[in-house]
């Protein structure tokens, strides 16, 4: 049986270092679909990251991206998730 997943779109400003929206969809190509045009609606603000992550739940997307949430740094993150795989635990990145 499949796991379902939570498509998370998150847009975050840079200069505060906070997240400006945060929308969830069930379907993947409604995810895409939103992801694609909020790119474009800031495509001239560099400050601006927007991503979409598809995941279990947020609580694993606050782990995995904790930078979103003020959780440390992007270096940080890397570490964590490297030292993660190299106990075997592949459950970060879903692989087998």
Known sequence: M???LEHFLIVF????????????YDDLARAVEAYGRTEAEYFDRPEIH???????SIDT???TH????????????VVEVLDTL???????TGAK
């Open 2 to 4: 499949d796991q379902h």
């Open 13 to 24: 400003d840079t200069t505060t270092n906070r997240i400006a929206r945060l929308e969830t």
């Open 50 to 56: 927007v991503v979409q992550i598809s995941s279990d």
């Open 61 to 63: 997307v606050k782990r």
């Open 66 to 77: 904790g930078l979103y949430w003020g959780q440390g740094s992007l270096d940080d993150a």
């Open 86 to 92: 190299r106990r075997g635990d592949h459950s970060v």
